[in-house]
């Protein structure tokens, strides 16, 4: 079970339909696949999209600091010294996408190992979650032709619309169109990646006030300290604290400050490792969990699947398990599929990802 080589292989993968929302746009899965070797001949795989608007990562970041610094900490250790992994990982500040990653990789390969799914080690609450599919940046009319194909395609009834634009009368036409459309039945929340003001985002909350939301997420900045404060303590919708809660202090502090009502977990920020402390957390704060979405391919969204799987608070709202669909291709041998608006574990051990040698081959920008 000793780790003996961790590999970080960049590789890049169009979108057919970049996704934009208020802190940015993709257009290229740009990402790094880590995988962590044993000598037992065991890999583990798993992969960080770099979201430099987001957390400062870039592509190249990500792979001269596993490289250089976590790779070199990590040889010689076995796969069970998850928490010796944790804080050799944690003496470096920052890159919590890579940082993710080396984690995720590490468990998988403990799954496959030990023959036993990732999910069965963490936590075995149940093999599937609801999936909620996220609506980037368009008219009205093209966010809800997507939102109607999305449901009648693959059974899915909960959407984050994304929000945040100028003037916030934009997005309200938006939601409002959506209810419009899909009916009372669906569930619909927003996602202001920080787009807006505390003001901008108060005003649009009241004009979205008959609209039945589920949540709203980050409409605005965490460091307008006081402002998201008074923000948070007028509405009767949960707030999602996303991109301000990186870590569990960060949790602790948003919380208790008044400055969100429950919190996004991304495994590609948190790894497996983190994000059980942020689920245990959230549980004894008495928090709801969204399992979100970083932009993941379908790697990264078999580890949200393992993770949100395995307790009953992350399984119990529809995780954003679908942005891998609007992807042009992807590195696994057989695609992930939704089917009555709900993804399932897979059955082989660790997260249950086999990556394609020729579609790596393909995609991969180190050759
Ligand atoms: C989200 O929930 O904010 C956008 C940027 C990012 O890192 O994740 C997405 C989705
Ligand atoms: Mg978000």
């Excluded at 993709?26 to 990402?31: L, M, S």
């Excluded at 994304?162 to 036409?173: S, T, Y």
């Excluded at 399984?315 to 679908?322: C, D, I, Q, V």
Aim: hydrophobic letters at 45%.
């Amino acid at each position: 079970m000793k780790i003996t080589r961790v590999e970080a292989i960049p590789f890049a993968i169009p979108y057919r339909k970049p996704l934009r929302f208020a802190s940015g746009e993709v257009h290229t899965a740009e990402h790094v696949l880590v995988r962590v070797h044993t000598d037992d001949g065991v890999t583990g795989v798993a992969e960080a999209p770099p979201r430099p608007f987001t957390y400062g990562e870039t592509q190249a970041g990500i792979m001269a600091v596993i490289e250089q610094i976590f790779a070199p900490q990590l040889l010689g250790l076995s796969l069970t010294d998850r928490e010796v992994v944790a804080a050799r990982l944690g003496r470096t500040v920052g890159n919590p996408a890579a940082k993710a990653a080396v984690d995720m990789a590490v468990w998988d390969a403990l799954g496959r190992t030990l023959d036993m799914r990732v999910t069965e080690l963490l936590g075995g609450y149940t093999d599937r979650m609801r999936v909620s599919h996220m609506l980037g940046f368009d008219e009205p009319a093209a966010m809800v032709a997507e939102a109607e194909r999305i449901r009648d395609e693959y059974g899915i009834t909960t959407f984050k619309v994304k929000v945040g634009r100028h003037p916030v009368e934009l997005d309200v036409a938006v939601v409002r169109a959506l209810r419009e459309a899909l009916g009372a039945e669906v569930e619909l929340y927003i996602d202001g990646n920080r787009g807006w003001t505390p003001t901008e985002s108060a005003a649009a909350m009241k004009q979205m006030a008959d609209l039945g939301l589920l949540f709203a997420e980050e409409l605005c900045p965490a460091d307008d300290v006081l402002g998201r404060r008074w923000l948070v303590s007028q509405l009767d919708v949960a707030f999602i604290a996303d991109e301000s809660v990186v870590t569990p202090a960060d949790v602790t502090r948003e919380i208790l400050g008044g400055s969100a009502t429950a919190i996004s977990i991304k495994v590609a920020r948190t790894g497996f490792t983190g994000s059980q402390r942020m689920h245990h957390l959230a549980e004894g704060l008495g928090l709801e969990i969204v399992m979100g979405n970083q932009i993941d391919g379908q790697l990264g969204t078999l580890c949200t699947v393992a993770f949100g799987s395995s307790y009953r608070l992350t399984a119990r709202r529809a995780g954003e398990l679908s942005n891998f669909l609007d992807m042009s291709d992807d590195l696994l041998t057989e695609p992930l599929t939704i089917h009555g608006g709900e993804l399932a574990i897979r059955p082989g051990p660790g997260v249950g990802a086999e990556v394609d040698p020729d579609k790596l081959e393909h995609y991969r920008q180190d050759r």
